[in-house]
């Protein structure tokens, strides 16, 4: 991903979008909420990790 998509990523997670990714043939799920919190979890569900800023995320 490039500088350019990065930020729009990061920017889109800030309006409350939530985006479906895969890292080494595993798919996870990260979203930011109206909350401040922001998670990363596994698509299926099996693990879950809570940040209390975006920039904490990343």
Do not use: P
């Not at 729009?8 to 985006?19: M, Q």
């Not at 799920?29 to 920039?55: M, P, Y």
Request: charge should be negative; aromatic fraction near 16%; include cysteine.
């Amino acid at each position: 991903m490039d500088s350019k998509n990065y930020e729009l990523f990061k920017e889109g997670l800030s309006r409350g979008e939530e985006y479906l990714f895969t890292y080494h043939d595993i798919d996870y799920w990260i979203s930011h909420g109206a909350n401040g919190v922001s998670s990363l979890s596994k698509e299926d569900g099996t693990h879950c990790q809570d940040f209390d800023s975006l920039r904490r995320t990343f």
